[in-house]
């Protein structure tokens, strides 16, 4: 054997294969630089199409690379933002205004991330549902409590790109610190651009931190979304590539004039985070856990991370943020959630839950068996809020849908075979202010159907499952 061949590449050509399919991307190319037989087999495009498949999830309808000649050139010209299309969903600290106003930072916004193989750009649109004809129904076990029927329409607003990275727009100096601008937005004479984030250690993470995704959401890393200087300084950025986040990134979004002399207008930055998919993924365990969608009434619709955990996993509402009836009239209370009123319920002692609804000849007796998926807690973050709960907080709880929480198993027609269980609902003043707990019912109707009992209010709301796979084809493919 030479001294310059290593023992490396003295095994046979089929085990050198067959171990760098092994190596991440950045290995493979260090890996290219140590001599010609390795030069050799790195470039083999069937390990670069993996790369470019694992990251685009509807892979499979496209076998060719397309927009560029090999599969190694696709990888190269959009790396290192692959990430985007991979993670699929992102949700942001702050919605698309372009101001730091305290209304724009607590609505928030859901985009979905996903790769057009025939411009060969990286995209991603936000996500947005609106109701179609509601119409008031009556409840036959009380006639007071109102009720609209939910039939949401959620689609990609896709006259409005928030993400559009061209083949190699984001190569040039400055490496994984430079932001990236997006030719998007331009008619309006606004400007965006893309820049990779700094994930925040757990070991480093505090409770005084602003950190986003806020830890009642599942995420795989969360960063910083607040800066005195708006992120420009370098400590925000990741020095090597190695270190950049592949679960956070933010977006600059500023108003520009043709007049060079005028400065930014309306400069602001939102953060990015994406959810570990196994948190909203449905499972024969979990069948209730997902994104979904719910009507907010005056708010619109807004979407929600709903969490199936262990029982045990529950953390007690403290006392101080409860409330078990309301001293308001049924109007008032409905406008608080609504967002017409800042009147704040009262602090009260912790309450017992109890159903106020008396459903004749309906007993436990009449649950139906257990199939396994009613059991432990469940959980409803908002993804996007409104000026009185807003992203990143519970909308309600439901600490036990198994035997200990069961209230009833619904006989009226609306709900007929429903599980009904002890919940939680989150409401608050304006600006989330006095937000509280209050007791309330959540109705099973489905895996895919949901509805919750304001008790307080007189008022039901209902929520429909979203699958984010519906969301990442492009047409034609």
Not at 54 to 73: F, H, I, M, T, Y
Not at 178 to 191: D, K, P, Q, S, Y
Not at 208 to 231: D, E
Not at 449 to 457: G, N, R
Request: proline share 7%; with cysteine; glycine share 6%.
């Amino acid at each position: 054997m030479s001294s310059k061949t290593s023992s490396f590449e003295s095994l046979p050509a089929e085990l050198i294969d067959q171990i760098v399919t092994h190596l991440p991307p950045l290995s493979l190319v260090s890996l290219s630089r140590t001599s010609r037989l390795l030069r050799y087999h790195s470039q083999n495009d069937l390990l670069w199409a993996k790369f470019v498949q694992e990251s685009v999830p509807n892979w499979r309808r496209w076998q060719s690379p397309l927009a560029r000649d090999s599969w190694k050139e696709l990888y190269i010209s959009h790396h290192p933002y692959w990430f985007l299309p991979r993670r699929k969903i992102w949700v942001s600290d702050k919605s698309n205004t372009g101001n730091s106003n305290a209304g724009n930072s607590m609505t928030g916004q859901v985009i979905i991330a996903r790769y057009d193989p025939r411009r060969g750009c990286i995209e991603a649109y936000r996500l947005v549902a609106k109701r179609v004809d509601p119409h008031l129904v009556p409840w036959e076990l009380d006639s007071e409590v109102i009720i609209y029927t939910f039939n949401p329409k959620v689609s990609l607003w896709l006259d409005d790109p928030m993400i559009k990275l061209d083949l190699g727009s984001h190569r040039g100096g400055n490496g994984p610190q430079r932001e990236v601008l997006m030719g998007i937005g331009g008619a309006f004479n606004i400007r965006s651009a893309i820049a990779l984030g700094q994930a925040i250690p757990v070991s480093l993470q505090n409770p005084s931190m602003s950190l986003w995704p806020p830890a009642v959401i599942p995420a795989p890393q969360r960063a910083h979304n607040k800066s005195q200087s708006m992120f420009r300084g370098s400590g925000h950025r990741p020095r090597p590539l190695a270190d950049a986040s592949h679960s956070t990134f933010q977006l600059r979004k500023w108003l520009e004039f043709q007049d060079p002399g005028m400065a930014r207008v309306g400069e602001d930055v939102m953060t990015f985070g994406t959810i570990l998919e196994e948190s909203y993924t449905p499972t024969k365990q979990k069948p209730w856990q997902g994104i979904w969608v719910g009507d907010y009434s005056g708010h619109g619709c807004e979407f929600l991370l709903v969490i199936q955990k262990d029982v045990d996993c529950v953390q007690p509402i403290t006392a101080s943020r409860w409330s078990s009836q309301s001293s308001l009239t049924t109007l008032a209370s409905a406008e608080s959630v609504n967002g017409t009123s800042d009147v704040a319920a009262s602090e009260v002692p912790l309450p017992t839950i109890e159903t106020t609804i008396n459903d004749g000849d309906a007993t436990l007796e009449d649950e139906p068996p257990e199939d396994g998926s009613c059991w432990g807690k469940l959980e409803a973050i908002k993804l996007t809020g409104d000026p009185n709960v807003p992203r990143g907080e519970y909308t309600w709880i439901a600490e036990d849908i198994g035997p200990k929480g069961l209230l009833r198993i619904a006989h009226e027609q609306m709900f007929k075979g429903a599980r009904v269980v002890k919940s939680l609902g989150h409401t608050a003043a304006r600006e989330f202010r006095n937000d509280r707990f209050r007791a309330s019912q959540l109705i099973m109707i489905s895996h895919d159907s949901l509805a919750h009992y304001w008790e307080d209010f007189g008022h039901i709301s209902f929520y429909s499952r979203v699958n984010i796979d519906d969301y990442l084809d492009v047409d034609g493919f």
